[in-house]
């Protein structure tokens, strides 16, 4: 038995929603399918979650919706048109529209997630019905039904352990459940959306309830690319990787899958793959727990900007049992979370993402670390990137970082961090942003292209 | 004007004693000595603090004391005679260590503290007699009337602020000071030693308390080298280094100056010079502020051994705000103190010298981390040795951590952790304990040798 998800593209209009119906008739073990909101049809398309949240914005100002509803609701009855579908599911998603648009406002948050949540719920009304037109026997479900219980509010929204034997009724469907990604409700029945790519987030948690045998992917790339393919010219295709490598890839600039995706699969050892619904042939990349490393220790090569460095400094601060731990303690009271901490013997930097930070929250950190710790320089820099190198086997490879030091010395930029020694899986450099592009197409040259030359 | 520190060595018998003070009488600058204690002679020899340890045991014992007190007594009065004194200066210690051994032993730690500190306190007292009789106007200081004031217990012994104040009228004396090393007395008149090394400490408070120009510490080699003489032959002699640079290289096995007892003399920026007693022509090594590291990024290397990591891997551990500073809070209560935390995506490990750690803990600290973290995996490994790359500028050396790894390599070792990036001047490595002497060669001939070849 097969989970599939299905991003935005693949159900942006009638031409792909066909791609989809034959790729689910093609396999009948394709029996939980979960689907996104349409997307872009074309490059300068707007996608139907984005008119969703001018809705909710024209609702929420008190504004008439009617031509931002339109607009919604024009893009599922087109597709309904092209596929031929009857009136009926055009009726029950009008309906639907019009219901949550009259659900209390008194939070925004809760009424911009219920019109958010309904992109991704009609859409999987609108596949379950166009799977049934074509014969195929197919049922839309309501996750609300299904018990997909989330956690509540202001806790991150993830599926509470409850869900995974709500959910494990659907292996014993004999029909086609179509399910919509993206949200779940709490105990109490309130609605609540996941992360971004929370589509694959459901899919994920419905693949690992119900057991599957497979947790298919469908994107519109064949596979998962061994160094981002807008900055290294045609990169590597991945074949097999593990879901450790997926993870440390996703953690710096690797969109493919959402890291947070991962996990459901991972602990239900449910294997993974990446497909592309325009090219359903192509092998797309596969995601597992093992795979043998031997003949490449390197499986991808990331990159991400946006960090910044806490830089402290004290005078025998490792002798200071408790310092880290306060420093820490004050940037969880700014909520602020961090990736890294490289340490000398009397100072240590805190790699930070820059989203997280204010300049009323720098100077508050600043002045705290100051003060409450007494430390002789403090100071915040901006504009780092991370290059990490992902590979399983990697730890046991004599040299490998060497290679990749001497190969970043190659292009002359200095290297401003080292973090290696915890994970087994990656390599992490720290450089300045400006450097970024230029180090990792020469690690790429280093690790994958067949010869290199100057 | 000089403070000027001899070590055990420095002072272990008469034929010392006269090095020491042609050294002062060469230089009237040389106005505040510091002593250590009779230190050892000979190979096989014992040096006075560790008989005075067994008088100590002995006393707490009820055993008989005059053997273990013979044998000190006798140290001392071989110098007296050797050095011609008369008998005067020998019933001063000899009342003195009567007067120590009365001393209460209800506090076992203040008793040996008492007996441990006349070690360097007799010292002082005979080379004042010393310089006296040969004609220098010299004066014995008493720590407790000059106003050395420390932290109480159970803080880890420090100077006050205060001790500056009070230490600094030694500045207006026309005698040369003769001051004991190692000890200091809390608000209360009690007295408490330093951490190991203390003599280097009460110089460098001196040297900052007095504004002086510089700081000497005479030991017994010419020099700090570049490398441990005892892994690699004829290492590089280190003419010029920064406080940050030997701060950095005493951290891990570089024993000639006590790493705490630069602070003083670096935050009232006097430089401090290592010369040799045996050889005072010898120019030593300078420990200042700022150097022109253009010429050599790479100053010293060093090495050192009983690491243990700490490994704790969470899948999305780095989503939750406060996991590092609840695991370094757990370490923490166990008073267990950390060098470096290496971190991947779901997993960091946590550097720790392993003298630190007993089974019990490493049992508690591992379930804690599991229980109380949730941590998918935790275990502590251990025979790790760190070995460190130190120098002004290397952070703005171009390639300089691709020839460190490629080095490394060339021993076919593997490196288990980098740590770069917070430091401006060290460069840290983790390797296995087996590995350590032969990177260590092999990082010296990479950066020392003129020529190096395979």
Redesign the interface.
């Given at each position: 038995m097969k989970v599939c998800k299905f991003g935005g593209t693949s159900v942006a209009d009638a031409q792909q929603l066909k791609k989809v119906a034959s790729i689910i008739r093609e396999d009948p073990s394709r029996k939980v399918i979960v689907v996104s909101a349409p997307g872009k049809r074309f490059d300068g398309d707007t996608k139907v979650t984005d008119l969703l949240i001018d809705l909710a914005e024209a609702a929420l100002a008190g504004q008439d919706t009617v031509p931002a509803l339109q607009k919604v609701v024009d893009r599922y009855a087109q597709i309904a048109a092209d596929l031929g579908l009857d009136s009926e599911i055009m009726a029950i998603i009008a309906a639907d529209l019009a219901g949550r648009l009259s659900f209390s406002k008194e939070n925004p948050s809760l009424f911009f997630d219920q019109l958010k949540a309904s992109g991704e719920d009609n859409s999987a009304k609108l596949v379950a019905a166009y799977l049934t037109a074509i014969g195929l026997k197919a049922e839309y479900i309501n996750p609300k039904n299904a018990g997909l219980v989330v956690t509540e509010a202001p806790a991150?929204v993830q599926a509470l352990p409850v869900s995974n034997d709500n959910l494990s009724a659907l292996r014993y469907k004999n029909s086609i459940s179509v399910f919509p990604g993206f949200f779940g409700f709490t105990k109490d029945g309130e609605l609540r959306t996941f992360d971004r790519g929370g589509s694959d987030i459901t899919g994920s948690i419905l693949a690992a309830a119900i057991g599957a045998d497979l947790y298919e992917n469908f994107t519109d790339v064949d596979c998962v690319f061994a160094a981002n393919p807008r900055i290294v010219e045609n990169p590597a295709e991945i074949e097999l990787m593990t879901y450790?490598e997926m993870?440390?890839l996703s953690?710096a600039g690797f969109a493919v899958l959402h890291?947070?995706a991962l996990?459901p699969a991972?602990?239900a050892s449910v294997p993974v793959c990446i497909k592309n619904t325009n090219n359903p042939g192509a092998q797309g990349t596969m995601i597992v727990a093992e795979r043998d490393y031997s003949k490449r220790p390197v499986t991808g090569i990331s990159a991400d900007s946006g960090f910044s460095t806490l830089?402290v400094s004290k005078?025998?601060m490792?002798?200071?049992?408790?310092f880290?731990?306060k420093l820490?303690?004050i940037l969880?009271d700014e909520?602020?979370?961090?990736?890294?901490?490289?340490?000398?013997?009397?100072?240590?930097?805190v790699i930070i993402r820059s989203h997280q930070l204010t300049p009323e929250k720098e100077f508050r950190i600043v002045s705290r670390v100051k003060t409450e710790l007494n430390a002789d320089d403090v100071h915040l820099n901006s504009n780092f990137s991370m290059v990490v190198l992902v590979g399983e086997g990697m730890?046991?490879t004599?040299?490998l970082?060497?290679r990749?030091?001497?190969a970043?010395?190659r292009t002359?930029?200095?290297?401003?961090?080292?973090?290696?020694?915890?994970?087994?899986?990656?390599?992490?450099f720290?450089v300045l942003q400006k450097d970024e592009q230029k180090i990792l197409k020469e690690l790429y040259n280093e690790f994958f292209a067949p010869s290199y030359a100057l």
């Open positions: 991150r450790r993870r440390e953690y890291d947070e996990m991972f602990k830089y005078y025998l490792n002798r200071e049992v408790g880290g731990r820490l303690q969880e909520n602020v979370s961090y990736e890294h901490i490289p340490s000398g013997i009397d100072n240590l930097s730890k046991y004599t040299g970082a060497a990749a030091t001497e970043i010395s002359g930029a200095n290297i401003e961090m080292i973090n290696q020694g915890s994970s087994e899986v990656s390599l992490v720290g």
